[in-house]
Nanobody, 117 residues
Framework: VQLVESGGNLVQAGGSLRLSCAAS????????MGWYRQAPGKQRELVAT????????NYADSVKGRFTISRDNAKNTLYLQMNSLKPEDTAIYYC???????????WGQGTQVTVSS
């Protein structure tokens, strides 16, 4: 499985961005997908996850009500709609995918999101 993120950019506080993650390879084996982020000098943290069918989502408290995770399995693409962005949302955002019936997990290369105050 290969994951490629896009959509990161520089945006002012209060603005919006939509990140995308295109999956390729053995996409039929993908189970839960998620977005994580890592700010300078900090550990990588969970932002949001979504189940294989899209019916179950989970969010970090810091993004609840502002971010929405979704996936289009027909397009093998994961999304993260980010609204009301804050400077503390500045980080590299990574896409993650877990495989069914396996401990394998895959990461994208990351996309930079910078929110200016």
């Amino acid at each position: 499985v290969q994951l490629v993120e896009s959509g990161g950019n520089l945006v002012q506080a209060g603005g919006s961005l939509r990140l995308s993650c295109a999956a390729s390879g053995n996409t039929a084996s993908i189970n839960v997908m998620g977005w994580y982020r890592q700010a300078p000098g900090k550990q990588r943290e969970l932002v949001a996850t979504i189940t294989s069918g899209g019916g179950g989502t989970n969010y970090a408290d810091s993004v609840k009500g502002r971010f929405t995770i979704s996936r289009d399995n027909a397009k093998n693409t994961l999304y993260l709609q980010m609204n009301s962005l804050k400077p503390e949302d500045t980080a590299i955002y990574y896409c993650n995918a877990d495989q069914f019936l396996s401990s394998n997990t895959y990461w994208g290369q990351g996309t930079q999101v910078t929110v200016s105050s």
